[in-house]
């Protein structure tokens, strides 16, 4: 069942599930956290690093393989039953495909929350964005003044519209519902354990590692989409501040949208004491965080414009 009739208008099942997936983010946002299956798999996460962390350091990094293997069996698990309960019953089974493959972006969540920084920021409330902050950034937002905390939301939104965005679409066009809950459950595991520090060096070792690998292309074609809605702004200083700056982030992959989205707007996005983009440019101000959101949001309707019709285009050759 790779076509249905939608109206009497044959459409490829995968455009259906994503169009569908993208219509219930941006109408409902984020699922609860009791109906949330990336929020099942942190629960899972948590309860296999709590064993890990009680055996011998010794095979920590053994555990976080076995960490990933579980995690990623049943995420591909979860795909190939669902494809196969749509076959059977394809209402059910495409309306649930949506809402998983819904679970592993979120377009409306990333806009929503940096979005609500520029309020407090507008309203010179710091204490509340910084507060608000933290549903952004794992960095310590105590003390930061309003330049820095604009730059840190610009940053956040960009190098998000990667790991929340691009990659799941991508690796659901590519490989399928399966590939983008795989995708998720590592992105989720690094998220959860893939931190340079004593307690999760070892056990979250192989799940950095992978999250690195699998946003490695995405991240290098963010610059293809997020080029687009530069062009609005200006895109000539956005290629050449990501082809200078793309590698001061540690992050193999983060740079790249960071530092595309700091010379698209004209301005300087710096996380003191670990790398400054755009470094000619003045520090951003509260509307460029509208203008990031607007160029995040772009990108995404560009990005599953090009999959809806790239689909299509296999299906009907």
């Not at 819904?102 to 407090?120: A, G, P």
């Amino acid at each position: 069942m790779d076509v249905l009739e939608v109206v009497g208008v044959p459409v490829p099942m995968p455009v259906l599930v994503l169009v569908l997936a993208v219509a219930i983010d941006l109408v409902a946002g984020e699922m609860p956290n009791t109906v949330h299956p990336v929020v099942w798999l942190g629960t899972l996460i948590y309860r296999i690093t709590g064993w890990c962390e009680r055996t011998d350091k010794r095979y920590h990094r053994i555990c976080g393989l076995v960490l990933v293997l579980i995690c990623v069996s049943c995420a591909a698990t979860t795909g190939v039953l669902l494809i196969l309960l749509a076959e059977r019953h394809s209402l059910i089974g495409i309306v649930l495909m949506a809402y998983f493959l819904k679970s592993t972006f979120s377009i409306r969540s990333l806009v929503s929350s940096s979005n609500l920084i520029y309020r407090d920021l507008f309203e010179n409330d710091i204490k509340s964005a910084r507060k608000d902050l933290l549903s952004l950034v794992s960095r310590d937002a105590g003390g930061l003044d309003e330049p820095k905390i604009a730059s840190a939301a610009i940053e956040s939104t960009a190098e998000n519209y990667v790991d929340s965005i691009l990659s799941p679409v991508l690796y659901f066009a590519v490989f399928g519902l399966p590939g983008a809950l795989v995708y998720k459950a590592v992105n989720t595991l690094d998220s959860m354990v893939g931190y340079k520090n004593e307690r999760f060096y070892a056990i979250g070792f192989a799940s950095a590692k992978l999250d690195d690998i699998a946003n490695w292309i995405p991240a290098r074609l963010s610059v293809i989409f997020i080029l687009m809605p530069s062009f609005r702004f200006s895109p000539g200083s956005a290629l050449r501040v990501c082809l200078r700056d793309h590698a001061l982030p540690a992050s193999p992959n983060s740079g790249y949208p960071m530092a595309m989205v700091a010379g698209a707007l004209g301005c300087r996005l710096k996380k003191p004491g670990h790398y400054v983009l755009g470094r000619e440019y003045p520090d951003p101000s509260p509307h460029h965080i509208l203008q990031a959101n607007r160029i995040v949001m772009l990108a995404s309707f560009l990005l599953v414009a090009v999959v809806v019709v790239a689909v299509v285009v296999v299906q009907y050759p």
